[in-house]
């Protein structure tokens, strides 16, 4: 399976560890192609309506960039939501990591924490992962899963995006029995207990956040 | 109305600006006790299990505090649930207005914004606030509503944190009519066109954000 980096345009220093060979495609979101070329990154997908960036670095990230999609300052999408249906269409298959998506202003944390809800990006939510330095967001519809611990992360998180029922955490530190959730709840602080978690449950959205304090 | 102050363990630099002359209690909830010490802030009650404090930094605390409230460390509540519930047992009718809690971790802020969900705090989320250096953010059960702007904020939002119904608004940049939100959606970006803007919706919670860029 092939990997795209998607990069928004929150502050670069809010990024986890990026190891460029790890992706085959990279895709910067208005500003966040800026944050790209300036650490040394490609950039192959250029997406957003640009009303953030001067004239200069306008014309500077489309003479860098491969392609570029414009679209219009007032519209319906976000640049972010744009960036992925266009990541999406090129790579239906891959798994989309989008950085730069979180801190500074939470109207904007959780328009992208919430993107997995539209119709359109349903279907993909498995495929799509939120990061920064301190986070690793994943999404699950229901089902059963194994959750493997990421070597760098201490805690473990599950978050109830919607009601959920019949809940059952395993092979963790705090564990739950076929609850039924009935408002989106943030089961925190969690922890692994072996080199993966376990989780089931019969309806809802569920993000599962592993975490470190700094 | 009174006004309660409640720090929880974020980063100091998160912080908005805050007068101190504008609170009549000050709570600190666990290494939120310290920066509230460190900010020359008094500290009136001191709610945590405290497992992140040295024993100097504890015992600090206690001999500071007027009021210490120590929780277990595994407990079902929250340190920021179990203190704002201690601070609306003394204060029903006060604002409470809650920093330190965003920032960091996501599974910590998600449970925290979606403190109002529970039932011991529904009856009260209007007189809930959290804040922070870019953000404010109100919640909203059903009903039709004025929203005065915050003088030192640029954007105006409307984060549905459930599914909504007949939702309209109206005096802002952006409007909406009557709209049906099928899931949890952040209609982030939206701006004041007047000191105040308005809205009404039939069923769901709305967080309302106030935010500016830095």
């Known amino acids: 399976m092939s990997r795209v980096l998607l990069v928004a345009g929150g502050n670069p220093s809010d990024w986890p560890t990026i190891e460029p060979a790890t992706y085959d495609y990279f895709v910067g979101i208005d500003r966040g192609c800026l944050h790209l070329l300036e650490a040394d990154l490609p950039l192959q997908l250029a997406v957003g309506d640009f009303d953030s960036l001067s004239r200069e670095e306008y014309h500077f990230v489309q003479e860098t960039t491969e392609t570029l999609i414009q679209a219009p300052a007032e519209k319906d999408d976000t640049d972010t939501q744009l960036a992925l249906q266009e990541a999406l269409q090129r790579f239906p298959q891959a798994e ?3 950085i730069g998506a979180t801190g500074g202003r939470i109207d904007h944390l959780l328009a992208n924490l919430w993107l997995p809800f539209e119709p359109r990006f349903q279907g993909v939510l498995r495929q799509i992962r939120l990061c920064d330095r ?17 070597p760098d992360k201490e805690y473990l998180a599950y978050c109830c995006l919607t009601p959920v029922e019949n809940l059952t955490l395993r092979r963790s530190k705090y564990l739950l029995t076929n609850q039924d959730v009935p408002y989106p709840t943030s089961y925190a602080s969690n922890e692994f207990i072996e080199e993966a978690a376990a989780f089931s449950f019969d309806a809802g959205m569920i993000a599962v956040i592993q975490s470190k304090d700094k």
Do not use: L, R
């Open 96 to 98: 989309m990591t989008i």
């Open 134 to 150: 301190q986070n690793s967001i994943q999404y699950y519809a229901p089902g059963s899963y194994i959750v493997p611990k990421e």
